[in-house]
């Protein structure tokens, strides 16, 4: 089935329309991110791998900064 990407931009990324920021699509079996300087180039996941990485670079983050 060939599903329709709509990008969602970060709200971290300062929502503007500048090339510097982040975007999100989801379908029903996967989540795709990329830059908006480089569309042409996607990271393709699923929920679980992503949490953990967020969850890690969050603990990550409490670490450098404490």
Request: proline share 5%.
């Amino acid at each position: 089935m060939n599903h329709t990407l709509r990008w969602q931009k970060s709200t971290f990324s300062g929502g503007g329309e500048g090339n510097t920021c982040v975007e999100i699509a989801a379908t029903p079996t996967a989540l795709h991110l990329r830059e908006s300087d480089t569309p042409g180039t996607e990271l393709i996941t699923t929920t679980t791998p992503l949490v953990h990485l967020i969850r890690a670079l969050k603990t990550d983050a409490v670490r450098t900064t404490a």
